[in-house]
Each structure stands twice: as structure tokens, then as C-alpha cells.
């Protein structure tokens, strides 16, 4: 049963809290991506950010998040027993809990410390920004993804684990199983190791172990990217002025925290597909036109979603409304959010 999975230690590695947590998260983060620079709540307090993911990514990256995977930290102990209390484990399908609680016992305890998304270039497949989005929010809901190769194109996931050659050896492993021949290319110091296709239906992976984190994605030109940064032949997203002003701006410790930079992923679409925008709301349109950023976290008495913005250069955007304080006496006081 799943509540005798959280009525036994929350810090311990089990399919149904991890499951329900990222659940939560993912719904109520990552998807906010495609919209979060619409809303304008108020943020969070400054705070000093710690070293993150982002000091892997190009400083051009289109999207960033990354999640807190480490089990024993703060703020998945409070999201476990929030998640209990409010019994959203209850509410997931057994066959995809079953189906993750599989892929995470593979996976074993490898899979801890920190993962982040990094969507380095916009995919030249026709996608449109939802699909971008959307697809940044399925690969933290399935950690076998990568394993199979179901990594969109464009998008490259760094995991910082506690362990990095366990996970890297674990992942070969379980891509082994799914993939076609594998060939390893030298890159800048570094070996990455290319599979192709095992049918016209799957892709390839291109997997790497480089220093303290393990990259993964389906053409080595993504991860490749991933080690330009590195070697420092290529800046970080962490130091770039914007995205450090923006994490300033949120609670160190969080459960995710995610990155857009709006007028570049505006640019991208505009290039594949002009006439694809007008499909798009003009809400939606309007908040490209600035650089956002979330964070979502474990809290009391609940999750909390914070999200700011820095408007691109001569940009106009829209003007908050006044939060109406009065609004929280009116749910339970242990709503969930």
C-alpha cells in the first residue's frame, strides 16, 4: 500500500513518496514553465544561492531546472509529510506508480543529489513552444527516460549524484538494453559514449561521465555543449547576470527552481515556424518578452510556488494585481497549496 510506504521513514529511497512527490512538483512546477511569466506573484525573499546545475549549462541555454533529488535534505522530508497529509499518493494510477517504483529500483541508490533539464537549442522538428514545455516536464516524470533514449531533442540532463561513475555505470547498463551498437567519441578530454537506434521506432543516447556529473541526451552534439561549459570554453548560465539576479531572488533550498530566457526561446520558435505563432495567446506571447524564473518548494503549511521576472530590454509587461490577503481565511489550514 502506498500510505504504509510514507507511514514508514520519509527519508528513505521508495517508489511511492518519490513518485508522489515529483508528481506534485512536476504538476505544480515544471508545467508552469509555459505560463509563469503571465501571473506575477510576489516573490520570495533574497537569498544567497547556492551552487547549482546551472554552473553546468550554456550561458544560452533556452530553458533550465533542475530538482532536488537528495532524500535526506529538509525539504523532501516536509514535502513527504505534506504529500501524506494531503494523501496525493492515494490519487496516483497504480500501473504508472508500479511502472516507477520499477524503473527507480533500477536505478537503485544512484539516483540522488541533484538533476537538472537544459534545453540548449530549439528543436528543428517543427515543435512549437507547448511542445517544448511539455517536454521538459516528461523527462523529470519519468526516470527511465533516458534510459530508453525518450529525450527530446535539444534538451541535454545533467545529474550531479552522490556517486557519479554508479549512475553512469547504471544508466549504460539500462540504455544497453534498448539501444543498437555503441561507439564512444573523445571530446575535449572527454569520452562520450554514442548508441544508435535499435529500431526505426527508438533513438539513439549519447551518454557521458564528466567529472562530477553524468550527461545524457540523444545526439552528442547536446552533451557536447554540456562539456564546452566544463572546460570553460563556453560561459555558464550561473554567472551570467541575469540568471544570478534572478536565483537572488529565491529561498536557497527548494524542490526546483527553473530558468527561461523568454526572447531567446520566442526567437527560436519564430525561426521554425513563423506563422506557428499566431496560434499562440497573446498572454503567453507577451511573457516571452522577459527573462522568469520559479521556485518551488516545500513549506508550512504548504508547497509554495514563487515566480519573478526581469523584462527584456524595452519590453512592457503586464502589471500585477493586488494580492487579496482576505482569500486565505477562507480554505482549511492544512490546505496543501
Known sequence: MVSSVFSTDYRRFHGGP??????VLIAL?????????????????????EASIAAFAPDTSLLFA?????????????????????????LLPMDDLRETEEALAELGGTFDGQAGIVLTTFPDTGATI???????????TDPEALAGGDIPEGFAVIFQPTDPQALYDVIVEMSAEDTGEAEEVEYNGYTIRVTSPA???????AIALVDEIVVASIVV????????????????????????SLRG??????????????????EGAREQDPDGLAEVPDELLGSLNANSAFAFRADQPGFRLDIRATPADGAALPVAETLDPTFAANVPADSLV
Open 130 to 140: 507547448d511542445n517544448v514545455t511539455e517536454s521538459a516536464a516528461g523527462i523529470a
Open 249 to 266: 531572488q529565491f529561498e536557497s533550498e527548494v524542490l526546483a527552481f527553473g530558468y527561461i530566457n523568454g526572447p531567446a526561446l520566442l
Open 221 to 244: 552534439e547536446d552533451v557536447e555543449s554540456i562539456i564546452d561549459v566544463v572546460t570553460g570554453d563556453t560561459p555558464a548560465l550561473a554567472d551570467t547576470e541575469t540568471f544570478s
Open 18 to 23: 518519490v513518485r508522489a512527490i515529483v508528481s
Open 66 to 90: 533542475e530538482l532536488e533529488l537528495d532524500q535526506d535534505s529538509d525539504q523532501w522530508a516536509l514535502a513527504a509529510e505534506l504529500v501524506e497529509r494531503a494523501g496525493a499518493a492515494d
Open 29 to 49: 512546477g515544471l508545467l508552469t514553465m509555459s505560463v509563469s511569466a503571465i501571473a506575477w506573484p510576489r516573490g520570495a525573499a533574497a537569498q544567497e544561492a
Open 199 to 205: 529500431d526505426d521506432s527508438s533513438t539513439g543516447t
